[in-house]
């Protein structure tokens, strides 16, 4: 099993950043595949960034330019670093895992592992 905690919730004005957390914790050698995804009031849950370990870095088209995503696998974290903000970021973000290198790690029906969610919110 693997414990996922993300940590970074926050309220910023438009253009304002924010850095979110995510760390692993149990059998982490299931984090081949670490990605950060979001949900919005209504709206289906859609993938932000993600880290295959080894492999490749992906991030959604809306947010290239703006977010980063970053690993640090000695201490088993996951990072989102989110700047330019805007409100229809605002949104639960969640982190996820799973223990294969995914093909389509954008997609969230391919992680096994999920964290609680940590909420951002950005206002005008």
């Known amino acids: 099993q693997v414990q996922l905690v993300e940590s970074g919730e926050g309220s910023v004005q438009v253009g304002g950043s924010l850095r979110l957390s995510c760390a692993a914790s149990?059998?982490?050698?299931?984090?081949?595949?670490m990605g950060w995804f979001r949900q919005a009031p209504g709206k289906e849950r859609e993938g932000v960034a993600s880290?295959?370990?080894?492999?490749?870095?992906k991030y959604a088209d809306f947010v290239k330019g703006r977010f980063t995503i970053s690993r640090d696998n000695t201490e088993n974290t996951l990072y989102l670093k989110m700047n330019s903000l805007q409100p229809e970021d605002s949104a639960m973000y969640y982190c996820?895992?799973?223990?294969?290198?995914?093909?389509?790690?954008?997609?969230?029906?391919?992680?096994?592992?999920w964290g609680q969610g940590t909420q951002v919110t950005v206002s005008s």
């Open positions: 880290s295959v370990r080894d492999v490749r870095i």
């Open positions: 996820a895992a799973d223990s294969a290198r995914l093909w389509q790690p954008l997609e969230p029906t391919s992680y096994t592992y």
């Open positions: 149990g059998y982490t050698v299931v984090t081949k595949s």
